[in-house]
């Protein structure tokens, strides 16, 4: 944020996105349990059923849930206090290191705390405190936690991305970011784009390009923003997606036949969308009409 907005923003805005950037941070510590904890859930539930298929007793019987058990320190097993998980201030008091064992705690951590509570303020401060900005956060906080699960393990879970689509066209039953006929239609559009490309890249070459949690992420952002946004959408992600991938070959070495997961650059896409997506489409068409 610039900083003449805290300068002479309306005490009102300035109090409402500073309330939201706190509220992102607390969720974004909580994110970072269902990052950590929810590919878990799924692998535990499909090593379960295969156990059940097979006529053998299922591997994991004790609850593991986003709340139970309490989270501990992977390393010695000792339980995280409330004064040791406060957002960011914490990470920073233990200097990164946990405060029995001493190992390091990642710096994503944080940095995902960090990440979910400035983005918080700027759709506070962007939409307001309103339907419109309290809904901007639950797909803000879905789309980081799916980022962020994508990046891990290449997955995108079905219990993540339907909520987004649904929630999607709840909130767009008044029209308050698109017209409800532009929200079905995007859902369908936005699935059926990246099927039809999945399909084409499989008939080409052998290969399976993405995985069908990308088809239902872009389905969940047209339903968030319409079928006219999909297009820059889709733009963007490659652009992004392109600019990073070459990078990690570049500076990374990562090697070209790794695969690099779809989902966070699709997620970045929606958001820079839904921030200057008007903004954006109207140069990309004014591009094309001049051309």
Known sequence: MPLDFFLFAPPATLSATLVAALFGLLVGSFLNVVIHRIPKMMQRESDNYVAQESGKEPPHTDRYNLMVPRSACPCCGHQIT??????VISWLALRGKCRKCKAPISARYPAVELLTGVLAGVLVW?????LAGLATLLF???LVAMTFIDIDTQLLP??????????GLLINLNGTFVPLQDAVIGAAA???VLWAVYWLFKLVTGK????YGDFKLLAALGAWLGWAMLPTIILLSSVVGAVVGISLIVFAKRGRDKP???GPYLAAAGLIAL???SGISARLAGFVAGA
């Not at 409330?82 to 957002?87: D, Q």
Request: no cysteine.
């Open 140 to 142: 803000l906080f879905l």
């Open 82 to 87: 409330a004064m040791e998980n406060i957002p």
């Open 158 to 167: 079905d219990d993540l991305t339907y909520p987004l689509l649904w929630a």
């Open 126 to 130: 962007t939409f307001g405190s309103g």
């Open 208 to 211: 399976e390009g993405m995985g």
């Open 260 to 262: 690099i997961p779809f």
């Open 275 to 277: 921030l200057y997506g």
């Open 190 to 192: 936005g699935y059926l």
